[in-house]
């Protein structure tokens, strides 16, 4: 099955997708990768500018723990950050972007990628069909 | 001020913290994320205080200090300092949010309209004493389940300042020039000069402390400023933190983190002036009295208490609550010293008798004096 996805793309669903299930998966696919190298599995620090919309200015808001895992196998290498502390689920991440960047196991990666977007796209349609049952409509007399 | 260590009282130090732990119950990774999971309001403002958007340090934070919020806050910063800065992520717009909470108390019609979202602003403010009692209505009560609405809610609302731009009614902006993110000016890298640039004033306000931002904020409202505040706009909302992929160079989303913005406007001569605060979390007093405080402090010749010297320098939550609880610290010999002078100007105006007699006493005695003085050089 060809890759549909972006590493970007698979790992922005990924991050918010329940930690037990990215770390299953990653688990199932260590077997096929071989001996892996951690250049880096840490927590860490993410600033996240914002800008203002009275003038334009861009400014740091505050910043976000974040973990982060940089691995290496057969001449590629994979990444992953969440928000968070969690550097096992990082790790996860980064060992499901390193079989996407070798084409290991790209057909089930890519299907749970897949029901994961859905599953995410559902809890926000429901989110945003609660929010719109608030909407208002102000009157003056 | 001249500061000298003092020692001693290490056993008295150990079994005074043993006491503080033991006189509440002991934190457990259950309470912690229910505190997580219940007070998502109290947990952002000591986010956003912090600096650190971490929900499930700022609620160990919180239970770990007993819900002293300056404690919790500080716990926050220090965890803060012991980690690196990875990476900067891409700058957030609205565009780029997913809103749950739009208002306006300016217009009633706006483009794209008006969310309450969740909010208890039109709710009655009566304790539900049930809960108390155990009576509390079950989470599958039909009463207490939102009925959502057929379509889903738009994700992107146009902002009313544009709305307000394409009218005249406040200046024009220019497009904002493409910034690498590390160069943004940095309140926690960058020594503070006044006047701040505004991206470390606007910094200053998403991290200030919530009580000070509003006492200085009140007293504008109160008639001490020169503005009359009302929200233009105010968002709750989600957003994605975007970073690069150090391989691919693509960007991608490390996941969602909570954020909030306000803008508010007042009379100007011929358009509106707006003032503008945003932090991590949702906390809608800082919102708007932080927006309310950046108009004041963009004004010519503010009120003393609401220029920006005062306003950043006294709502930063650690310098000020640490500065105010240091003083219940050993002063001893400063103290001290400052005793023996004081022995030493009633020995000189009063005499070395007076030393150790009632100040009142003294003064009263010191009059008489002066008094028979009088008497005696009126009758020689």
Same mark, same amino acid.
């Given at each position: 099955?060809?890759?549909?996805?972006?590493?970007?793309?698979?790992?922005?669903?990924?991050?918010?997708?329940?930690?037990p299930?990215?770390?299953?998966?990653?688990?199932?696919?260590?077997?096929?990768?071989?001996?892996?190298?951690?250049?880096?599995?840490?927590?860490?620090?993410?600033?996240?500018?914002?800008?203002?919309?009275?003038?334009?200015?861009?400014?740091?808001l505050? +910043?976000?723990?974040?973990? +982060?895992a940089?691995?290496?196998?057969?001449?590629?290498e994979?990444?992953?950050m969440?928000?968070?502390?969690?550097?096992?689920?990082?790790?996860?991440?980064?060992?499901?972007?390193?079989?996407?960047a070798?084409?290991?196991?790209?057909?089930?990666?890519?299907?749970?990628?897949? +029901?994961?977007?859905?599953?995410q796209?559902?809890?926000?349609?429901h989110?945003?069909?609660?929010?719109?049952?608030?909407r208002? +409509?102000?009157e003056?007399? | 001020?001249?500061?000298?260590?003092?020692?001693?009282?290490?056993?008295?130090?150990?079994e005074?913290?043993?006491l503080?732990?033991?006189?509440?119950?002991p934190?457990?990774?259950?309470f912690?994320?229910? $505190?997580?999971?219940?007070?998502?309001?109290?947990v !952002?403002?000591?986010?956003?205080?912090g600096?650190?958007y971490?929900?499930?340090?700022?609620?160990?934070?919180?239970?770990?200090?007993?819900g002293d919020?300056?404690?919790?806050?500080?716990?926050?910063?220090?965890?803060r300092?012991?980690?690196p800065?990875?990476?900067?992520?891409?700058?957030?717009?609205? !565009?780029?949010?997913?809103t749950?909470?739009?208002i306006?108390?300016?217009?009633? !019609?706006?483009?794209?309209?008006?969310?309450?979202?969740?909010?208890?602003? =039109?709710?009655?403010?009566?304790?539900?004493?049930?809960i108390?009692?155990?009576?509390?209505?079950s989470?599958?009560?039909?009463?207490?389940?939102?009925?959502?609405?057929?379509?889903?809610?738009?994700?992107?609302?146009p902002?009313?300042?544009?709305?307000?731009?394409?009218?005249?009614? $406040?200046?024009?902006?220019?497009?904002?020039?493409?910034?690498?993110?590390?160069?943004?000016?940095?309140?926690?890298?960058?020594?503070?000069?006044?006047?701040?640039?505004?991206?470390?004033?606007?910094?200053?306000?998403?991290?200030?402390d919530?009580?000070?931002v509003?006492?200085?904020?009140y007293?504008?409202?109160r008639?001490?400023?020169f $503005?009359?505040?009302?929200?233009? &706009?105010?968002?709750?909302? =989600?957003?994605?933190?975007?970073?690069? @992929?150090?391989?691919?160079?693509?960007?991608?989303?490390?996941?969602?983190?909570?954020?909030?913005?306000?803008?508010?406007?007042?009379?100007?001569?011929?358009?509106?002036k707006?003032?503008?605060?945003?932090t991590?979390?949702w906390? &809608?007093?800082?919102?708007?009295?932080?927006?309310?405080?950046?108009?004041?402090?963009?004004q010519?010749?503010?009120h003393p208490?609401?220029?920006?010297?005062?306003?950043? =320098? @006294?709502?930063?939550?650690?310098?000020?609550?640490g500065?105010?609880?240091?003083?219940?610290?050993? @002063?001893?010999?400063?103290?001290?010293?400052?005793? !023996?002078?004081?022995?030493?100007?009633?020995?000189?105006?009063y005499?070395?008798?007076?030393?150790?007699?009632?100040?009142?006493d003294? &003064?009263?005695?010191a009059?008489?004096?002066?008094?028979s &003085?009088?008497?005696?050089?009126?009758?020689?």
């Open positions: 099955m060809p890759q549909t996805r972006s590493r970007a793309d698979a790992l922005s669903v990924l991050t918010k997708a329940p930690a299930i990215v770390k299953a998966l990653a688990d199932s696919l260590l077997d096929e990768l071989g001996d892996i190298r951690v250049l880096k599995n840490q927590t860490g620090l993410v600033m996240l500018p914002y800008t203002d919309s009275a003038q334009g200015t861009t400014f740091h505050g +910043e976000i723990l974040v973990a +982060e940089h691995i290496e196998a057969q001449g590629q994979g990444y992953g969440v928000v968070g502390r969690d550097v096992v689920q990082a790790m996860a991440l980064a060992v499901i972007d390193l079989a996407l070798l084409g290991h196991q790209t057909a089930t990666i890519i299907q749970l990628v897949d +029901e994961q977007q859905q599953q796209a559902a809890d926000d349609d989110l945003l069909k609660m929010v719109e049952s608030t208002v +409509e102000m003056t007399f | 001020m001249a500061y000298v260590a003092t020692k001693g009282g290490e056993k008295a130090i150990q005074s913290e043993k503080y732990h033991q006189l509440k119950k934190v457990t990774p259950e912690v994320q229910e $505190i997580m999971d219940t007070m998502p309001y109290l !952002d403002r000591v986010m956003g205080e600096s650190l971490a929900p499930e340090l700022a609620a160990l934070a919180l239970a770990q200090s007993g919020l300056y404690e919790a806050v500080l716990l926050l910063r220090a965890y300092s012991t980690q800065r990875l990476a900067y992520a891409k700058p957030i717009t609205v !565009d780029d949010m997913l749950l909470r739009r306006s108390a300016a217009f009633k !019609d706006i483009p794209g309209g008006q969310v309450l979202g969740p909010s208890l602003d =039109y709710s009655h403010r009566i304790l539900d004493l049930n108390l009692d155990g009576i509390a209505a989470e599958d009560d039909e009463d207490t389940q939102v009925e959502a609405a057929e379509k889903p809610a738009a994700t992107r609302y902002l009313v300042a544009d709305w307000l731009r394409q009218q005249g009614m $406040i200046a024009a902006i220019d497009v904002p020039e493409e910034i690498d993110a590390a160069d943004i000016p940095d309140v926690t890298r960058d020594p503070v000069m006044m006047p701040a640039p505004r991206a470390h004033r606007l910094q200053a306000l998403a991290r200030a919530t009580g000070g509003l006492a200085l904020g007293a504008s409202m008639g001490y400023g $503005i009359h505040p009302t929200v233009n &706009e105010l968002r709750l909302a =989600y957003a994605d933190v975007q970073v690069k @992929h150090p391989v691919t160079g693509e960007p991608f989303s490390a996941g969602r983190v909570r954020v909030s913005q306000a803008e508010v406007v007042t009379k100007g001569k011929s358009t509106y707006i003032g503008f605060t945003a991590m979390g906390n &809608e007093v800082k919102l708007i009295a932080g927006a309310t405080l950046d108009m004041e402090m963009s010519a010749d503010p208490a609401l220029n920006e010297d005062f306003v950043l =320098y @006294h709502t930063e939550p650690i310098e000020s609550s500065f105010c609880i240091h003083f219940k610290l050993p @002063h001893y010999v400063t103290f001290s010293s400052g005793m !023996d002078n004081m022995r030493k100007v009633i020995n000189v105006l005499g070395a008798a007076a030393a150790g007699k009632d100040a009142d003294r &003064e009263v005695e009059e008489e004096s002066k008094t &003085e009088v008497v005696t050089k009126d009758t020689m």
